[in-house]
């Protein structure tokens, strides 16, 4: 059983910066992806960032430019740097994981999921 915790979650000013954490635990086998999902109420869920075993990075468009995703695979986390936050990046953010996956920002290729932490962006 793989279990996801996130962190970092905060309320901020537009512009404003943020760092959310995972870590994870219960990896048994290899080439694992892992990413950051969002969600806000009424909206289905999309992909925000994800990388992959080998450490190649997938941005969806509106991240590009504000996001980072990156991993410290010694220490099976995964981060997402934010910067130049907007309102409409208000949502509870997910970390996955998931094996051989092919649409890497998809939600339906990912099988473990953390509890979410919440990011607010507002004046």
């Known amino acids: 059983q793989v279990k996801l915790v996130e962190s970092g979650g905060d309320s901020v000013q537009p512009g404003g910066s943020l760092r959310l954490s995972c870590t994870a635990s219960?990896?048994?086998?290899?080439?694992?992806?892992m990413g950051w999902f969002r969600q806000t109420p009424g909206k289905e869920r999309e992909g925000v960032a994800s990388?992959?075993?080998?450490?190649?990075?997938y941005h969806a468009n509106f991240a590009k430019g504000r996001f980072t995703v990156s991993k410290d695979a010694a220490k099976n986390s995964l981060y997402l740097q934010m910067n130049s936050l907007k309102p409409e990046d208000t949502a509870m953010y997910y970390c996955?994981?998931?094996?051989?996956?092919?649409?890497?920002?998809?939600?339906?290729?990912?099988?473990?999921w953390g509890q979410g932490t919440q990011v607010t962006v507002s004046s």
């Open positions: 996955a994981a998931g094996r051989y996956v092919a649409d890497m920002l998809s939600d339906r290729e990912y099988t473990d």
């Open positions: 219960g990896f048994t086998r290899s080439h694992y992806s």
């Open positions: 990388i992959d075993s080998y450490g190649t990075a």
